[in-house]
C-alpha cells in the first residue's frame, strides 16, 4: 500500500512545503482536525479588498497526504475566492473518485488515493480548513 499511496508526486508536495508557517497578520484563521488519525490543520489566511486570498500560511501536524495537500493547496489558492476554492474542492474529489470529470494539478497528484478510502479524509483536512478560514 505504501508504495502506491505515496508516490513520487505526492511526497515532492510534502517536502516543498508550500506556505508552510504562521502568517504574521492573518485575516481569518481555521482549525480543522481528523479524530480518526489525530491530523490537525490550521491555515491562515489574509484577504484583499475583495475577498480573495492574498496570502496563506498553514501548520499542518499530520501524515504525508495532509501536508502534501495543504502544500499542493497554498500553491494555488492566492487570488482566489471562496467560490475558487470550492472549485479547487470539486478538483480534489474527483482526483479521489468520489465525483466524476477530469483532475487538473497539483490535485491530480492525489489519484492514487482513490484506492484508500481511509485516507482521503487526509487530502480533504486542508481544503476543509480553508473553507472554514473564508464562511
Known amino acids: 500500500m505504501s508504495d502506491q499511496l ?10 516543498a512545503k508550500t ?6 497578520e492573518p485575516t481569518k484563521t481555521a482549525r480543522r482536525d481528523n479524530p480518526l ?13 475583495e475577498g480573495r486570498i492574498a496570502e496563506i500560511g498553514h501548520q499542518v501536524r499530520g ?19 471562496a467560490a475558487g476554492i ?4 470539486h478538483d480534489a474529489e474527483r482526483a479521489l473518485g468520489r465525483e466524476a470529470g477530469e483532475t487538473h494539478e497539483p490535485f491530480d497528484a492525489f489519484a492514487p488515493v482513490a484506492a484508500h478510502k481511509s485516507r ?5 483536512l486542508p481544503l476543509e480548513a480553508l473553507k472554514d478560514a473564508l464562511s
Open 120 to 124: 482521503q479524509e487526509c487530502v480533504l
Open 19 to 24: 506556505g508552510a508557517g504562521k502568517l504574521a
Open 63 to 81: 501524515c504525508l497526504l495532509c501536508q502534501a495537500s495543504a502544500s499542493a493547496l497554498s500553491a494555488v489558492a492566492v487570488g482566489r475566492d
Open 6 to 15: 505515496y508516490q513520487e508526486r505526492i511526497v515532492a508536495l510534502a517536502k
Open 86 to 89: 470550492a472549485e479547487l474542492r
Open 37 to 49: 488519525c489525530g491530523d490537525r490543520v490550521i491555515i491562515d489566511v489574509r484577504l484583499d479588498g
